[in-house]
Structures are given as structure tokens and as C-alpha cells.
């Protein structure tokens, strides 16, 4: 029995199977309600069956009926031998789009069907055999097939496992569901580790075989590239968690032969790496790739859950620590409003995102990086024009929203509306089309039938080259996730704690920034009073401290600012006094945006009156980036970095 051995004693437990990604929503949907209940937040996927069962208590105490139905889906993993899950789908789309639908392993909007599923053989309490699978038109990948072996803390996964790599749930930017499953190595732990409750997780993947290898001469060759990263996540208290994640993409054909040296030497010094690198000839490490990620859980009446996402494919000015090429991504959380949830995420990204051509140290990869010619990160980079055998996918930044809400209906089952909206920047020097906004919806209903999940979708959309589809797909799945009927008024018991709250501040910044430019030359723009407006929450974790995190929004010289406040530390020094720190990502709006690190510091006067406070901040965006990319803009694409120092005088109310 899986189970059995991982609720023994600490030192018996073996290792745990892993819950589908992307590929049963009705059950992913409650498992992700319930991991926020459990006040466990989610920093990678698929999720591990163990910290599934880990939260439920806790889950329990706030929404029974939602406890209940998963705690019947985990049932299955209770044996020797067990379906997980088996998925069918049958489609009929019309329209002339034919575009990679977003997370679905590679699936085109044309495809007429979907095929998935996975079963378990449980050797022993230390090995497991995962057999899985999933194909649609044009592929079928053994996605799910992998052997299991080892401990809680270092559990060794061999085969087609997937790596989803943020705490976003509709876009990751460095590795995700968008395409097809690579054969991996996999280690990681589930059951956390020292006080500071750390996860890690380390894997090397083999891509599809490219014959538009690029070496360093300029010569290509055809072969597998290998992909590899490590993540690191701590969880130091409840409800909040911090993740730091690195990939690296090399070899191939006669650009292989990278020593382990090498590839160590390019994690750790990745700018060296990418301007001089470490070694002569053609056997280098290519690209790279960075994040750091952040989640945190209020609990509450309306419990929520807000992650951020700071991404880099470059690093910055020669520094390691500073990401060049950067993307930011935000999303919140409501698992619970009466019988809805609600889900709201955010993206925006520079220009050049998986897409790399050689330089003299570097091997280039002119079909980009991807595996069977779907991207490996965030959809996005899918929609734009792709790679052909005489040129690159066009690297052009954008922005993308997705807007999800759930509805538990009171006879029943569940209906779940997904919108989509992505703006390629078409104005750019990187655009060889000009691009149109891209719009994808889709209404699903399913409605448990004899142990079956039974459900019908409608899905319609326009892509960014004006084209359009309209999908009717039908589904059955096997394995009851929903309720057959639902009593809104026994279901959820949710309150704050004493100590938590959220806030808004409004106020004034004087601030100014200082401009460099390509030419080297630097300006300080004047000091300048402009408008401050803050949301944000905090959360108490011992009797003088909190944690929290917030979203700034700015007018910085007539460009709006938003700055993401990834963590946020205060420390209270009595009913009144307290100080604190934040670190995180920031976006300024330019003529094209610019991104960078995010730091600030802050006394706050708490409680003039009740609910009311008044502080002072000095916040700093540290050489937010941006390519010269528009057509009137000369020399073409090199960088301008806008370093902003601002000073900020607020009024705050809690709530």
C-alpha cells in the first residue's frame, strides 16, 4: 500500500506517487482548493500524493464537502495496485486556427481528440512503478510511465515525469506542460527538511533530435540537446514559501561533450559563462535560464492565495545576481466565495524568450527551445510567428492574462469559465508580422455519472495572425472528483486570525531616476512629488513579527510603476513602532516595458487611530532593463537601464 509507508515513522517512509498536471482538470481544480485550505503553498508540479493527504486536516476544518471529495480521489492510492486516472476526449472544431493549446502536452486546437491515463504497480514501500500515458493527433508520448525509487527525502524519478516549475497555474517561464514530456532523471524530496522546511528538486532531460544545431563557428550539426536545472524552496513558516530555480540547455550532435565541471561552472558563474565562456572548441553550455518565485496563503473568511514569479533568460551588466531579458508574473487566488472560485494571473516578458542563435562561445538552437516543436516554457511562446527551416520564431515580448472562475452549482457537479487575452509587442524590430491581440475562451460543465466524471466544453478563440476557431470537445473521465449535489450553507467555515489583515496605503513618492544609456552616459532626471497607491496583506507568525506582501503602483515621470512585493518582513517593537523590508520584481512602462529588482525599507506608525497608520519608505527598482527594440529607436536593441530611487509618505488603513 502506497501510504502505509509514508505515515510510518520518518525513517520507513518511502516514496510518493504524483497527482495528474494538465491533464484531469476537475481533480487538479480541488486538489489546488485544497493545498490553499491546508495553508500549503504550491512552488512546483505535480504535486506529490503525500503533501496532497499532509493538508487535508486542516482543509477539513474549512470546507467539509471539498475535504471530502478529495480525500474519496485519493482512495485509489491506497492499494498495492491502482488506476490514478484515465481521461477520454472527442472534439469537432471548426475555423482556420490551428494553434498548440495552452498546457495540453503539445495539442493543437484541429486535434479531434485526447487520450490519457496512469496506473501504479507498488513494488515495495521504496519502489513504484508509474505506467501513464498521452496522445492526441500527430503524437502520443508516455507521459506518466516513470520508476519511482528511494526515501521521502530523495526520492530518484526515471522516465516521462513533467516539471512545472512556478507557483503560476496557467503559465511558467521556464518549464511547464506546453509540450510534449521529455524522458527524465529526477531527485527531489517531498518531506521537508530542517527548520527552514526545504525542498529540492534536480533533473537532467533529453529534448527532441534538431538537425538546426548551431556551433560556435557557425557549422550545424543534428542531435538531442539536454536540458537540465536545480530549484531550492524553503517554507520557514506556515503559509508562506520562497524558491529559487536555474535550467541550462546544451549540447547535441558535435556540440556535446560538456564535462561536469563545465555545466557547474556555467550554473554558478552563468555571465562568464555567456560572454567569455569556460573552455575553447564547440563543447560549451548554451543557455540559461533563472527565477525566483514566492507564495503566499491569508487565511480568512475569503482565504486566498498571491505568487509572483521574477524570470530571466540573460543576466544583466556582467552580474550574476541581476536578470537580464526578464519576465514577471503574478497571479491570486480565491479557492472559496460562496460556491465560486476565482483565479487571476499576469504576465509580461521582454523580448528574446526562447529563442537562441550561437555566439562565440555559445551554441545556438535556431528551431528554439523546444521539444517536437512546442515550446518549453510559458504558451505565450507558441503564438508568434514560430521557427522555420530558414529562420528563427520571432523573440518578441508581450503580456498575457487569464481570468478563471468555478462555479459549484447546488445540483451539482461543476462549470468552470476560462478567458485568455495575449498582446505580442508587433510595433518591435523583432516582429515580422504585425500581430493582433489574441483572445481564447472556453465553458466547460462536468457532472459525476456512476463513478465517472461526464463533461462537455466549449472552447473559441482568435489567435494573434486574426485566424479563428470554435472547438465542442466532449470528455469522460474515470474517477468521481465532484459533488452530486452541493449545501452551500454547511459548507465552508473560514476566519481571520488575530493578527492578519490587509491594508491600502495612499500617498506621495518624491522620487527621481537615474538613466543610462547606451552610450554609457548617465543623467539624474530632477526629484519629483508624484502619487503612491498600495494593496497589500500581512500575516503573523510570532508575537512581533509578520510577513506579507503587497503590489505598489506608482507614477514615476509619467510612466506607470508596479512594484511586486514578493516578501515583505516587519518587525513590531510594540503597539505602535514597526519596521520593515521587502524584496521583489518591478515593471516600468516605458515606450516598451523595463523590468528589475525591487528592494525597500520602512518605518510605519501603526494605529493612530483604529485601523489607521501613517509611514515612510525608501524603495529602489535597481537597473530595470530595457532592449531599444522600436524602429525609430538607433543603434537597434541595445540596452537602456533606468535605476529609481524614490522616497514615499503614506497613509495606510487596515482592514
Known amino acids: 500500500m502506497v501510504f502505509l509507508a509514508l505515515w510510518q515513522s520518518a525513517a520507513a517512509r518511502g516514496v510518493s506517487p504524483y497527482l495528474p498536471l494538465h491533464l484531469d482538470p476537475d481533480v487538479e481544480n480541488a486538489i489546488e482548493r485544497v493545498m490553499i485550505l491546508g495553508d500549503e503553498p504550491v512552488m512546483s508540479r505535480p504535486i506529490p500524493a503525500a503533501l496532497v493527504l499532509r493538508a487535508l486536516p486542516r482543509a477539513c476544518k474549512v470546507d467539509r464537502p471539498l475535504c471530502e471529495r478529495v480525500r474519496h480521489y485519493l482512495q485509489r492510492y491506497m ?171 546544451w549540447g547535441g550532435g558535435a556540440a556535446g561533450g560538456e564535462s561536469v565541471s563545465n555545466i557547474l561552472q556555467a550554473f554558478f558563474n552563468p555571465a562568464k559563462a555567456q560572454s567569455t565562456g569556460f573552455n575553447s572548441g564547440t563543447h560549451v553550455v548554451a543557455k540559461q535560464e533563472a527565477s525566483i518565485s514566492s507564495r503566499f496563503i491569508f487565511p480568512g473568511r475569503y482565504p486566498f492565495s498571491v505568487y509572483f514569479e521574477y524570470a530571466g533568460n540573460d543576466t544583466n551588466m556582467g552580474r550574476n545576481y541581476l536578470f537580464g531579458k526578464p519576465a514577471i508574473s503574478a497571479g491570486i487566488d480565491f479557492p ?128 494573434v495572425f486574426g485566424a479563428h476557431y470554435v472547438r465542442i470537445e466532449a470528455n469522460l473521465r474515470d474517477g468521481e472528483a465532484l459533488l452530486s449535489r452541493f449545501d452551500s450553507a454547511s459548507a465552508f467555515a473560514g476566519e481571520t486570525p488575530k493578527g492578519d489583515h490587509l491594508y491600502v496605503q495612499v500617498g506621495a513618492n518624491y522620487d527621481r531616476v537615474l538613466v543610462y544609456k547606451p552610450s554609457r552616459s548617465r543623467r539624474y532626471t530632477p526629484y519629483k512629488a508624484e502619487p503612491h497607491v498600495a494593496v497589500g496583506a500581512w500575516r503573523r507568525i510570532s508575537a512581533h513579527q509578520d510577513i506579507g506582501v503587497g503590489l505598489d503602483i506608482d507614477d514615476i515621470h509619467r510612466h506607470m510603476l508596479l512594484g511586486a512585493r514578493m516578501v515583505d518582513y516587519r518587525y513590531r517593537f510594540g503597539r505602535h513602532l514597526a519596521a520593515h523590508a521587502f524584496l521583489g520584481a518591478a515593471r516600468y512602462a516605458l515606450a516598451t516595458p523595463a523590468y528589475g529588482l ?14 489607521w497608520g501613517v509611514g515612510v519608505d525608501f524603495h529602489n527598482v535597481i537597473s530595470a532593463q530595457r532592449l531599444q527594440d522600436l524602429p525609430s529607436e538607433t543603434p537597434c536593441c541595445r540596452q537602456t537601464l533606468d535605476s529609481i530611487y524614490s522616497w514615499t509618505f503614506y497613509v495606510s488603513r487596515s482592514f
Do not use: C
Open 336 to 463: 472559496r466565495i460562496g460556491p465560486f472560485d476565482f483565479t487571476f494571473e499576469y504576465s509580461s516578458w521582454a523580448p528574446t524568450w526562447y529563442v537562441h542563435t550561437a555566439t562565440n562561445v555559445q551554441t545556438g538552437y535556431l528551431d528554439g527551445l523546444t521539444n517536437y516543436g512546442a515550446n518549453i516554457g510559458s504558451w505565450f511562446g507558441d503564438q508568434r510567428v514560430l521557427a522555420t527551416p530558414t529562420s528563427i520564431a520571432d523573440p518578441v515580448g508581450g503580456q498575457s492574462d487569464m481570468l478563471r472562475i468555478g462555479w459549484t452549482p447546488s445540483f451539482g457537479g461543476y462549470m468552470q469559465l476560462r478567458l485568455r487575452a495575449l498582446a505580442d509587442e508587433g510595433q518591435t524590430v523583432f516582429a515580422t508580422y504585425p500581430y493582433k491581440n489574441e483572445y481564447l475562451g472556453s465553458l466547460g460543465y462536468s457532472y459525476p455519472w456512476h463513478g465517472y466524471a461526464v463533461g462537455l466544453e466549449l472552447q473559441a478563440g482568435r489567435d
Open 598 to 611: 525591487y528592494l525597500g525599507a520602512g518605518l510605519q506608525w501603526r494605529n493612530l487611530f483604529p485601523g
Open 79 to 249: 492499494h498495492g495496485t491502482s488506476v490514478e486516472f484515465a481521461s477520454i476526449s472527442a472534439a469537432v472544431t471548426t475555423g482556420h486556427s490551428n494553434i498548440t493549446l495552452p498546457n495540453q502536452h503539445g495539442t493543437k486546437a484541429q486535434s479531434p481528440y485526447q487520450i490519457a491515463g496512469a496506473a501504479y504497480i507498488q513494488l515495495s514501500p521504496y519502489v513504484l512503478l508509474n505506467l501513464g500515458g498521452e496522445a492526441h493527433q500527430g503524437r502520443a508520448t508516455p507521459t506518466g510511465t516513470y520508476l519511482s525509487l528511494g526515501f521521502d527525502w530523495a526520492q530518484l524519478d526515471i522516465g516521462w515525469r513533467d516539471h512545472w516549475w512556478s507557483p503560476m497555474t496557467d503559465s511558467a517561464m521556464l518549464i511547464s506542460t506546453e509540450a510534449p514530456t521529455m524522458p527524465s532523471i529526477t531527485l527531489s524530496n517531498y518531506q521537508p527538511l530542517t527548520r527552514l522546511r526545504l525542498h529540492y528538486s534536480v533533473f537532467l532531460a533529453r529534448m527532441s533530435e534538431s538537425s538546426r544545431i548551431e556551433l560556435t563557428n557557425g557549422k550545424l550539426t543534428r542531435g538531442y540537446p539536454k536540458m537540465g536545472g536545480a530549484r531550492l524552496a524553503i517554507e520557514p513558516v506556515n503559509g508562506w514559501a520562497l524558491s529559487l530555480q536555474r535550467v541550462l540547455f
